[in-house]
């Protein structure tokens, strides 16, 4: 079928399309190609895409309404992953309205693109973010989440209130993953294990927040791929059990959905240091600092409703995951 893919000169985005394009798929790729990160990484990305048959790029900005309705009616996909957005959390102190032109507007341009063209099934990227505040763990889709702590975490809540609105008026398959700290290969240069790796090769201090006593649901890329794809191929469908008196935050009348998309074991911090030391061969020069604003110590996704759901089934240790990407980076950057 033919998939159009937002973010596909990104981590997530990149690997989800090479696996559509391996299985048959047709993949149509939307990115900006922004510098929030090394533009050099994205067309790397990008090149091993364009190797394989039936891929075909679009530069866009998901705010160009114009061009993601020319996109649409011209292309008309059958189903659309969204993973495109404006990441992280710390950023939005320098640049907030990026998280609204990006992960509200675009999202608002996407969605109307999949209503006006009879899309079959819109998966979109939501984040473990969203828990904000709770402290009530393993995270659950079915529990409340009306206490980001980030505009981030905001702008993906948002994600899911509108994709729901669409999904009731115009019944339009919506299902929306939140992701719990993916890392992997081909991964970004801002998050914790590129940052540690490359710092601790080059014989620079890390810095560890929250004195290392966080602890993160990491999922390996490849399990995330597999749970994505699984999802798309299971398109959304209203909930037959569903009670407005008590309302299911995860399901709905509507054919809508939401999932928790992570390891289902968390992770200590000072462990995966200790896991990337032992794959790049080298101790760390540790900076210990106090909790970052924004960040939430500790992650852990019940992600139950996925496996019944789809046969989602996380596989990688973190060990193995961290491994990879040391051998990766090593290999990419050509550094010994």
Known sequence: MKVLVTGAAGFIGSHTSKALLERGDEVIGIDNLNDYYDVNLKHARLRRLESIRNFRFEKCDLQDRASIERIFAEHKPARVVNLAAQAGVRYAFENPHSYIDSNIVGFLHILEGCRHNGVEHLVYASSSSVYGASTRMPFSVHDNVDHPISLYAASKKANELMAHSYSHLYKLPATGLRFFTVYGPWGRPDMSLFLFTRKILAGESIDVFNFGQHSRDFTFI???????????????????????????????????????????????????????????????????????????????????????????????????????????????????
């Not at 569903?242 to 462990?271: C, F, H, K």
């Open 222 to 336: 490849d399990d995330i791929v597999e749970g994505i794809i699984r999802t798309l191929d299971n398109i959304a469908s209203p909930n037959a059990e569903w009670n407005g008196e008590q309302p299911d935050p995860g399901t709905s009348s509507a054919p809508y959905r939401l999932y928790n998309i992570g390891n289902n074991q968390p992770v200590e911090l000072m462990y995966f240091i200790e896991c990337i030391e032992k794959a790049v061969g080298k101790a760390a020069i540790k900076n210990m600092l106090p909790l970052q604003p924004g960040d939430v110590p500790r992650t852990y996704a019940d992600v139950d409703a996925l496996v019944t759901d789809v046969g989602f089934q996380p596989r990688t240790p973190i060990e193995v995951g961290i491994r990879r990407f040391v051998d990766w980076y090593k290999d990419f950057y050509k550094v010994s």
